[in-house]
């Protein structure tokens, strides 16, 4: 089976623009959840998608959000971009049956604001 | 406010030695722990986890111990190999709602095996 893929995998914003960033999960995995990575931070949970609707979500502003297509994928979108949002995003897709389900990582997106 | 923290940003260990990573959490519903390893340019792996209804799980070189009572756990690796050098981050979870799981991770700690 292909594992996460991410897309694309380098990003250069400038401060106020927006960005999208695309998960393509593992076959019949019905669940994404996104996570920021940043130094001294570790990774912070953005939000989680199942069948298409938000199951979970971070304690992010709501500059960030996401949404889930029927075939899984997955996009997350952040506007009005400040220089903090720069960091590795991580997509994570599982069965979604909780701890069942093993979370899958792809390789993420590294952006960067300028 | 970090609910699982990792207090130690890099170790470095003498292959063939023991290496253990530690991990401290504040919040009492976390009932589920993980260990996930990174290689850079690549993502998170799962490693090994550990309910907290046990003190201690098992898989080949890896070791996770819990002490609930000190919120604390701990991963060994014996024997450490030249492989093992990676960026390993610890996670905790509390109960789980239809479903959904959301992960607490710390900070990681940078693993280097030194031949």
């Known amino acids: 089976k292909a594992g996460v893929t991410q897309t694309p995998r380098y990003l250069i914003k400038t401060r106020g623009q927006q960005v999208t960033l695309s998960c393509s999960p593992i076959?019949?995995?019905?669940?994404v959840s996104w996570y920021q990575q940043t130094p001294g931070q570790g990774l912070q949970f953005l939000f989680e998608?199942?069948?298409?609707?938000?199951?979970n979500k971070g304690n992010f502003p709501g500059r960030f959000s996401g949404r889930q297509f029927s075939n899984s994928r997955s996009e997350m979108n952040v506007s009005t971009l400040e220089l903090g949002d720069s960091a590795l995003y991580l997509c994570?897709?599982?069965?979604?049956?909780?701890?069942?389900?093993?979370?899958?990582f792809g390789n993420g997106t590294r952006l960067t604001v300028t | 406010d970090q609910q699982v923290k990792q207090n130690s940003p890099s170790l470095s260990v003498q292959e063939g030695r023991i290496s253990i990573l530690n991990c401290d959490y504040t919040?009492?519903?976390?009932?589920?722990f993980l260990w996930y390893k990174k290689y850079p340019a690549e993502g998170p792996t799962f490693l090994i986890s550990?309910?907290?209804?046990?003190d201690k799980n098992e898989d080949g070189r890896f070791t996770v111990f819990l002490n609930k009572s000190a919120k604390h756990l701990s991963l060994h690796i014996v024997p450490s190999q030249p492989g093992d050098s990676a960026v390993y981050f610890c996670?905790?979870?509390?109960?789980?709602?239809?479903?959904?799981?959301?992960?607490?991770f710390g900070q990681g700690t940078r693993l280097t095996i030194n031949p």
């Open positions: 994570a897709s599982s069965e979604g049956q909780g701890r069942l389900s093993p979370l899958h």
């Open positions: 076959s019949g995995h019905r669940s």
């Open positions: 998608y199942f069948s298409e609707t938000q199951r």
């Open positions: 919040n009492s519903m976390f009932d589920y």
């Open positions: 550990i309910s907290s209804i046990k």
């Open positions: 996670a905790a979870s509390g109960a789980v709602i239809q479903g959904a799981q959301k992960l607490v």
